[in-house]
């Protein structure tokens, strides 16, 4: 059974430009979650998805932004990049809510130059 | 608002010691989650255990034992005879109406 997928591994880009970052869930999980992690604010949740709808929220400027397609695949989108924003981007799929078991990808390395 | 403190920022053991990692929660949901997870130096995180608000009960998996103390808030994690290949970062976190994380413990366990 094939894992969480992310892609790519690793992004540079430069400052103002916009990004997406793209999960593919374990076969037949419907929930998906996306975490940034940085040295300093450490893990941080961004967002989740369940059947296509978001359903919660962190505290991350509009900027961020997402979404899930009918097969569980999501996406992420940040625009106007900062430097600020450099990080490891994580996703995680879950069977249903996040509340279950969840398995993480190996994330996204973002590097904002 | 909720919060979870890892007070241990890193911890050095030598092989086939004990290690407990510590992890204090503050949340005003009655009904929350508590979770721990390992990020090896791959990267990615690994689940390790979950457990709801209503189930003060112990856990033990091989090595791994959970300590859950509401009356403490607190949701401790040990690693019995540890191995080189637990060194990790360790994650405890908390869901409730947010998700939120703990800073992580580096565990380094030597030869």
């Known amino acids: 059974k094939a894992g969480v997928t992310q892609t790519p591994r690793y992004l540079i880009k430069t400052r103002g430009q916009q990004v997406t970052l793209s999960c593919s869930p374990i076969?037949?999980?419907?929930?998906v979650s996306w975490y940034q992690q940085t040295p300093g604010q450490g893990l941080q949740f961004l967002f989740e998805y369940f059947s296509e709808t978001q359903r919660n929220k962190g505290n991350f400027p509009g900027r961020f932004s997402g979404r899930q397609f009918s097969n569980s695949r999501s996406e992420m989108n940040v625009s106007t990049l900062e430097l600020g924003d450099s990080a490891l981007y994580l996703c995680?799929?879950?069977?249903?809510?996040?509340?279950?078991?969840?398995?993480f990808g190996q994330g996204t390395r973002l590097t904002v130059v | 608002a909720q919060k979870v403190t890892q007070a241990q920022t890193e911890i050095s053991v030598v092989e086939k010691e004990d290690v407990t990692l510590d992890c204090v929660y503050e949340t005003r949901d009655t009904t929350y989650y508590l979770f721990w997870y390992k990020q090896p130096p791959s990267g990615e995180l690994v689940f390790l255990i979950r457990r709801n608000s209503f189930d003060e009960q112990n856990e033990i998996s091989g090595r791994y034992s959970w300590n859950f103390q509401k009356s403490t808030s607190s949701f401790n994690f040990t690693i019995t005879a540890s191995q080189v290949v637990d060194s990790a970062v360790y994650f405890c976190a908390l869901r409730g109406q947010n998700f939120v994380f703990g800073p992580g413990t580096r565990l380094s366990v030597l030869p």
């Open positions: 995680a799929s879950s069977l249903f809510q996040p509340n279950t078991e969840a398995f």
């Open positions: 076969s037949g999980h419907r929930s």
